[in-house]
């Protein structure tokens, strides 16, 4: 079984920033690639940011180009999140996910495992 743990939402102005953390653990991990996503209230899940674990290819989504930087460590199994420039719309709770397949990063339908989520609030 393999298993996420997200870490460091929170609470912070506009502007600010976080930075949040996945960790993956189990006995055999999806190495393909890692993915945020975010679900607001009364909205439906949304992509984010994702990242291939063997090259560290990236894919954005439009709304967070040049405030999100997602970032890996292979040797912890672990990925980052830094959010700058934090904007009030990006409040939502942000889960982690892990895929073992192939194809295009931003669909959902593509990753196998999901974190229990961690809540970010942007203030204005």
């Known amino acids: 079984q393999v298993q996420l743990v997200e870490s460091g939402g929170g609470l912070v102005q506009a502007g600010g920033s976080l930075r949040l953390s996945c960790a993956a653990s189990g006995r055999t991990l999806p190495r393909s690639f890692m993915g945020w996503f975010r679900q607001a209230p009364g909205k439906e899940r949304e992509f984010v940011v994702a990242i291939t674990w063997s090259g560290g290819s990236t894919d954005y989504a439009d709304s967070v180009k040049g405030r999100f930087t997602i970032s890996k460590n292979n040797a912890k199994n672990t990925v980052y999140l830094q959010m700058n420039s934090l904007k009030p719309e990006d409040t939502a709770v942000y889960y982690c996910?892990?895929?073992?397949?192939?194809?295009?990063?931003?669909?959902?339908?593509?990753?196998?495992?999901w974190g229990q989520g961690t809540q970010v609030t942007v203030s204005s």
């Open positions: 996910a892990a895929s073992s397949r192939y194809g295009r990063m931003e669909v959902t339908a593509l990753y196998d495992y």
